[in-house]
């Protein structure tokens, strides 16, 4: 019995047992399980601060620079109240160049701070909030591309801006408001011509100086701004004197109102005497051969440079800004004393002694009007005044310009001429006759556009062939009479060879009738 009795005592201890093994692996997992989420939540929170916190909690090699970098990135400064820097203290690091963007509308936040934590200065916030606010500089020169003409305008830094002619040079040391340095000083070359590319004029070297003593000593100094510009070029014939050089100067000159001087390289005494009225009136100061000049001459301003806005005429959104045609032609006006404003104003069915007069600009060959006293003749019938103008190469501008300002209407071939246009009253009629050719897009772009511009009644009479002397000396079978198509593929310098340069005009007066009575009608407008 007593043997049972320990079987038994045996086998409840052992299922007991098995019992208590059972519930503590239960409790062994449950006790695993609650520590591993624990561990992951405290994980999980302090995820964040975790590359500044692994020295405390998983120690690993550490460099003394790495570690006192930690202490600065956890130690954030408290931000203090401190006076702003002074603006020369500010503007210390090298400003960017010219030619970037002045205006950046996006940029990267700190990209170098979220590679590489760097602790926060205050100072250094500072000067960059004072950078980014200041305007971006203006670069001196305005560079418009591979075909307009480049102009500086050039601000007057510490004594002024600098000119050498001979070595056809323009100084600019740096202003005041710069704090009288220029860390990241420019250079350009200017071609200071309406028309870029033109050969035969010498190139003008604009260099900003990087400080005020860079600057050489002034021989002449000058109270009133400089304008450099070239006379060469295409000057000689009538329109380019014109839209190459007058119109040009006179945009970057009205502004100064008599109150600049004309630095001129590569001067034509010629150009200067022949134009000495309008000059004078754009400047009160005698002209200076830039290329003579060996001497430092100083000016508290400059420009360098003059530009076209169009062929013969001013477009009045371009820099610079604000002028027109008529007020051109109302200066020109005014400089030669021309009395007429307006054109004669022709009432219908009023008869008078007084009639409106018609001015035909008459050419030598080629392009000569070969009938023009029988065109003559037509005009007079329908009702004009009659009178030919033929202005020599020489003749006093002034003197042949209160000519055309008498005149009501003005007409002729398609030529250098028709630059007279410039002195008629606003209002008045121009025919421009455009010779045989297809040359109607050469005539509205020289005379027609510009004509417009001005304010004149203008109307556009293309010649047929047969009304082309190029019939009888080529004969129909030649290119230029029966294909003129040909032709203009072939290049400019067959087209005015054959339809400037060979042929004259002789209208069909029945074609052209019709064309003077408009002319009429157009003075009753």
């Known amino acids: 019995m007593g043997d049972d009795h320990g079987a038994k005592l045996v086998k409840s201890l052992r299922g007991a047992a098995q019992k208590y093994v059972g519930v503590g692996f239960f409790l062994g997992f449950f006790l695993v399980l609650l520590t591993y989420f624990t561990l992951s939540e405290q994980f999980a929170i302090a995820a964040p601060n975790a590359i500044r916190r692994t020295s405390a909690a998983h120690p690993t090699p550490t460099t003394p620079a790495v570690a006192e970098k930690t202490v600065q990135q956890q130690q954030l400064p408290v931000k203090k109240e401190e006076a702003p820097l002074p ?46 606010s200041a305007p971006a500089k203006k670069p001196a020169c305005d560079i418009q591309g591979p075909w307009a003409s480049d102009v500086c305008d050039l601000a007057g830094g510490s004594g002024g801006v600098r000119i050498h002619g001979s070595t ?97 390289t590569n001067i034509q005494p010629w150009y200067a005497g022949k134009y000495r009225h309008i000059i004078a009136r754009l400047s009160r100061y005698d002209v200076v051969d830039m290329d003579k000049g060996r001497q430092v001459r100083c000016f508290p301003s400059a420009v360098v440079g003059i530009r076209m806005h169009k ?90 310009a209160r000519e055309v300002n008498a005149a009501d209407v003005l007409m002729g071939v398609h030529g250098a001429g028709l630059t007279n246009s410039l002195f008629l009253p606003t209002g008045a009629v121009f025919i421009q006759v455009n010779p045989f050719g297809k040359m109607e897009h050469i005539g509205e772009v020289d005379f027609g556009t510009p004509a417009v511009d001005m304010g004149l009644k203008y109307m556009a009479y293309s010649c047929g062939m047969e009304e082309s002397t190029l019939v009888d000396t080529l004969g129909r079978d030649h290119p230029a009479v029966k294909d003129p198509e040909s032709i203009h593929r072939s290049g400019w310098s067959k087209v ?30």
């Open 311 to 400: 062929e013969f005429s001013i477009d009045p959104t371009k820099e610079p800004t604000g002028h027109s045609m008529p007020e051109f032609t109302k200066f020109l006006r005014n400089v030669f004393a021309l009395p007429r404003a307006a054109p004669m104003r022709v009432t219908a069915g009023l008869i008078s002694d007084k009639k409106p007069r018609m001015m035909i600009i008459s050419r030598r060959h080629p392009r000569k009007l070969v009938n023009v006293a029988e065109v003559v003749a037509l005009a007079k019938r329908i009702g004009f005044e009659v009178v030919i103008g033929d202005p020599p190469f020489n003749v006093d501008v002034g003197d042949f």
């Open 496 to 525: 005015a060879e054959y339809y400037l340069g060979k042929q004259d005009v002789k209208l069909d007066l029945q074609r052209v009738e019709p064309v003077l009575i408009k002319a009429m009608a157009m003075l009753r407008e």
């Open 168 to 264: 056809h040079t323009v100084l600019v040391p740096p202003t005041i408001e710069s704090g009288g340095s220029n860390p990241n000083p420019q250079e350009w070359r200017v071609l200071p011509y309406s028309r870029k590319h033109m050969s035969g004029i010498k190139e003008i070297t604009v260099r900003e100086l990087p400080t005020a003593a860079d600057a050489p000593r002034c021989a002449v100094t000058s109270q009133v701004p400089a304008l450099v510009f070239a006379m060469g070029g295409l000057t000689g014939n009538y329109w380019h004197d014109f839209s190459d050089v007058m119109i040009p100067l006179y945009l970057q000159a009205a502004r100064f109102d008599g109150e600049v001087q004309l630095v001129v």
């Open 87 to 132: 603006e020369h203290e500010q503007v210390q690091e090298k400003p960017p160049p010219v030619d970037e963007e002045p205006h950046r509308e996006t940029e990267e936040p700190n990209s170098e701070t979220e590679e590489d934590p760097k602790p926060i200065d205050e100072a250094s916030k500072i000067v960059t909030t004072a950078e980014e």
